[in-house]
């Protein structure tokens, strides 16, 4: 006897059609990924997603950039890179940056078995890696223009000092106009545009930690900007069910490992970091709405003032409760991907 599916049911095949399928006639989203790795697990699941994405043709990861000032960063980006059959995706660090303390699983980088690295990797310690305002200059230049897609999903440290870096050996342009020609798009995790548990004026931890940058960013980035607020993340949290059942393939996987480190299961960690990865790549798959245009403004203590522009080069994402069993079921997937040796570019 015939049964209905449910909308949920429903909504899952669309999410797995739409991850799977891509636009075969596209070229692949050119990416650089900026984050503060380190200070929670969701940036580590985000770096799984932007390789499961590769793997399938849908991205280019030039470059990643830390936020974080850690010597252990960069290793661990290495090292998940290298999980991930792609070693040699070149790493940039910050230099004076913020949260220098190690956190709870970069650490991982260090750990052995059998006298062998679990996690091999060849950057030893952030001191080996170039400074981010000079690697981000060197590979936006080799670009074609208005191509590149920045997932910045950390501080805005980074990308402030290459919006103030002056012309050098990559490029006679100084930093606004090497943006300005070479960028599609920032996509941003920032901020707040919802009242979030009660609270009308939240303060999203990317922004408070660097209010100045943050500030500029608003203030003066060159190009099209999304923002992707506290209140997306945390309306999609990441089952930690996927954790304990999706990642068996290997003995040790690092963003499982990261997970159980940062907060053990059952613990539904939010997927901030992830939902401005899955806009940067597939910003006309519906899995997102966006809102008006706009102006977003950062204050001094840190709050995301938005007001709508028609304008405006600002928008940030909204999640429907359809959009919402949608993606979540897509950064699952992509999430849990095992690495493909044969897939990658």
């Known amino acids: 006897m015939p049964t209905r599916l449910s909308r949920a049911a429903v909504l899952f095949f669309i999410a797995v059609l739409a991850v799977s399928s891509g636009n075969l006639s596209a070229e692949p989203v050119r990416l650089i990924f900026d984050t503060d790795m380190g200070n929670d697990v969701d940036d580590a699941l985000a770096l799984g997603v932007i390789h499961a994405l590769q793997s399938r043709g849908e ?22 890179n ?10 940039g660090v910050v230099k004076g940056g913020m949260t220098p303390e190690p956190g709870k699983f970069l650490p991982l980088t260090r750990q052995s078995d059998d006298g062998r690295l679990r996690y091999p990797h060849d950057l030893a310690s952030g001191k080996d890696a170039p400074e981010a305002t000079s690697l981000l200059r060197a590979i936006l230049s080799k670009q ?57 004026h939240y303060l999203e931890y990317n922004v408070v930690k660097d209010i100045p940058s943050a ?3 608003a203030k003066d980035w060159p190009t099209p900007i999304v923002y992707s607020g506290f209140e997306i993340g945390i309306a999609i949290p990441y089952p930690a069910t996927s954790i304990e059942r999706d990642f068996g393939y290997v003995k040790h996987h690092p ?7 940062y907060n053990p299961p059952p613990h539904n960690r939010p997927t901030w970091d992830l939902t401005s990865v899955l806009y940067g790549v597939y910003p006309d798959r519906g899995f997102f709405n966006l809102s008006d245009p706009g102006q977003v403004t950062v204050e001094d203590d840190g709050f995301t003032r938005f007001a709508a522009d028609l304008n405006g080069k600002h928008r940030y994402l909204i999640a429907t409760p359809e959009q919402i069993i949608r993606v979540k079921e897509a950064l699952v997937q992509l999430s849990s991907q095992p690495p493909q040796a044969s897939g990658g570019r």
């Open 59 to 80: 991205c280019e990861l030039l470059a990643v950039t830390a936020t974080k000032d850690n010597d252990m960063c960069a290793p661990y980006l290495d090292a998940v």
């Open 82 to 91: 290298t999980f991930y059959g792609r070693g040699d995706i070149p790493i």
């Open 144 to 200: 074609p223009d208005n191509s590149v897609v920045l997932a910045q999903v950390g501080f805005s440290t980074n990308f402030v000092r290459l919006l103030a870096s002056e012309s050098d050996q990559h490029s006679k342009l100084a930093g606004r106009e090497l943006i300005a020609r070479k960028v599609k798009v920032l996509s941003i995790m920032a901020g707040a545009f919802r009242t979030i548990r009660g609270n009308k």
């Open 215 to 217: 500030k500029i960013i």
């Open 255 to 261: 963003l499982a490992e990261s997970y159980r480190l």
